[in-house]
């Protein structure tokens, strides 16, 4: 399983961190995401093309998430 984590201004604007599942953001996001691209593309294409991996994709690039481990410790990809 993976984990993303984002940063919203939070009281005061001191940094608020929440750390998701992809089971969590695919909870949150899948119906308003899958919604769109159905009114934007038509459900027929949607469900031949739009998968849940292009969903958190999109997840992650809408809110800049960055892949972490589930207390929110960042995962260094190797160079």
Same mark, same amino acid.
């Given at each position: 399983?993976? #984990?993303?984590?984002?940063? *919203?201004?939070?009281?005061? $604007?001191?940094?608020?961190?929440?750390?998701?599942?992809?089971?969590? &953001?695919?909870?949150?996001?899948?119906?308003?995401? #899958?919604?769109?691209?159905? *009114?934007?593309?038509?459900? $027929?294409?949607?469900?031949?093309?739009?998968?849940?991996?292009?969903? &958190?994709?999109?997840?992650?690039?809408?809110?800049?998430?960055?892949?972490?481990?589930?207390?929110?410790?960042?995962?260094?990809?190797?160079?």
């Amino acid at each position: 399983m993976k #984990y993303w984590t984002i940063v *919203e201004p939070g009281d005061d $604007d001191k940094p608020v961190y929440e750390t998701l599942s992809e089971d969590d &953001i695919l909870k949150e996001y899948w119906p308003y995401s #899958y919604g769109k691209m159905c *009114e934007k593309y038509g459900k $027929d294409e949607v469900d031949r093309n739009w998968s849940k991996q292009n969903c &958190i994709e999109d997840w992650v690039v809408v809110h800049w998430a960055w892949e972490t481990d589930s207390a929110g410790k960042p995962i260094l990809e190797a160079k």
